[in-house]
């Protein structure tokens, strides 16, 4: 009797052709089904919610493969784990309905583009985020976002139109701001430990040591033009949507980086919308910022 497995993957698409498999380099999808052989014994063909490119990462891929394997489903996880890069990791795994389909099932999903703009760019971020030379003007990029929202012909941010049987998405939700936990990744310590000298200072005056005010020391130099937010040069934007086409997240993602730069005004999306022409939009953004997030089924799949 064959189960049909739902599989949740988070990866780094630094180091692959994207999820499906490619004639030219190793991908996602052609690790995951080598653990699955060497797991079960048998090859299984593993399908996935959205096929990512080459460098994109996921927080949420979703998969499916069949098998008549008679391993407990919740093991999964930690059976093909064994058999992955650490650059990709199963964060769940579940039996479901014999209907459940990665790919067609989906509903909504839910990408995230982080970009930043910062002076100086943390070396071990090269590769999971969109650099912008230019500090970006936030207030009016979200100006711009309530023209992504609702029903649109979206092929003015479709790359090789057509893709699809149709270029019609819903979009259902979109925001962007600048994430305010960049402190993380500061050359300062998160937590300040306070001395026993510090500590007859501190109760002498009553206050408290400000560790950055104190070293001065952070990614953005202190000469640098501020930010709208100066602790945080990381940018967030997000997207769901009940489908997507062929580099749409990209293609938004250089349209608001137009936007964000002066080179255009808020405006400048809705004529992109309306116009349905690809070379009205801007460029695609770079792949290191995309990530997948999530994907939502129908309730009624995910039961056996």
């Given at each position: 009797?064959?189960?049909?497995i739902?599989?949740?993957?988070?990866?780094?698409?630094?180091?692959y052709?994207?999820?499906q498999?490619?004639?030219n380099?190793?991908?996602?999808?052609e690790c995951?089904e080598?653990?699955?052989?060497?797991?079960t014994g048998?090859?299984?063909?593993?399908l996935?919610?959205?096929?990512?490119?080459?460098?994109?990462?996921?927080?949420?891929?979703v998969?499916?493969f069949r098998?008549?394997?008679?391993?407990?489903?919740?093991?999964?996880?930690?059976?093909?784990?064994?058999?992955?890069?650490?650059d990709?990791?199963i964060?769940q795994?579940?039996?479901v309905s014999?209907?459940?389909?990665?790919?067609?099932?989906?509903?909504?999903?839910?990408?995230?583009y982080?970009i930043f703009?910062?002076a100086?760019l943390?070396?071990?971020?090269?590769?999971l985020?969109?650099?912008s030379?230019?500090?970006?003007?936030?207030?009016?990029?979200?100006?711009?976002l309530?023209?992504?929202?609702?029903?649109?012909?979206?092929?003015?941010?479709?790359?090789?139109?057509?893709?699809?049987?149709?270029?019609?998405r819903?979009?259902?939700?979109?925001?962007l701001?600048?994430?305010p936990?960049?402190?993380?990744w500061t050359p300062v310590s998160?937590?300040?430990?306070?001395?026993i000298?510090?500590?007859?200072d501190?109760?002498?005056?009553?206050?408290s040591?400000?560790?950055?005010?104190?070293?001065?020391?952070?990614?953005?130099?202190?000469?640098?033009?501020?930010?709208?937010?100066?602790?945080?040069?990381v940018?967030?934007f997000?997207?769901?949507?009940?489908?997507?086409?062929?580099?749409?997240?990209?293609?938004?993602?250089?349209?608001?980086?137009?936007?964000?730069?002066?080179a255009?005004?808020?405006?400048?999306?809705?004529?992109?919308?309306?116009s349905?022409?690809?070379?009205?939009a801007?460029?695609?953004?770079?792949p290191e910022g995309?990530?997948?997030?999530h994907?939502?089924?129908?309730d009624?799949?995910?039961v056996?």
């Open positions: 009797m064959y189960r049909n739902m599989l949740t993957i988070a990866y780094e698409g630094t180091n052709r994207g999820w498999i490619q004639p380099g190793l991908t996602v999808q995951v080598r653990a699955t052989e060497k797991l048998t090859r299984c063909n593993v996935c919610a959205g096929r990512t490119d080459s460098g994109v990462h996921a927080l949420g891929q998969a499916s098998t008549d394997s008679t391993i407990p489903a919740t093991q999964f996880r930690r059976g093909l784990q064994r058999f992955l890069p650490n990709i990791a964060v795994t579940r039996s014999d209907e459940f389909h990665a790919t067609y099932s989906a509903v909504r999903k839910r990408y995230r982080l703009d910062g100086v943390p070396p071990f971020l090269r590769n985020v969109h650099r030379r230019r500090m970006l003007n936030v207030a009016a990029m979200q100006k711009a309530p023209n992504l929202l609702g029903t649109h012909d979206f092929r003015c941010f479709e790359t090789n139109y057509p893709n699809k049987a149709t270029s019609v819903t979009v259902m939700e979109t925001t701001q600048r994430v936990h960049w402190s993380l998160v937590q300040h430990t306070t001395s000298e510090e500590d007859t501190l109760k002498s005056e009553g206050g040591v400000d560790q950055n005010a104190a070293t001065g020391h952070c990614w953005q130099p202190t000469d640098a033009r501020p930010h709208e937010d100066p602790t945080s040069p940018i967030c997000e997207i769901m949507a009940d489908g997507f086409l062929y580099n749409m997240v990209r293609a938004i993602v250089g349209t608001l980086l137009r936007i964000g730069t002066g255009e005004t808020p405006e400048y999306m809705a004529d992109v919308v309306a349905m022409d690809r070379g009205r801007g460029c695609t953004a770079t995309l990530y997948l997030v994907v939502d089924y129908p009624e799949l995910l056996i």
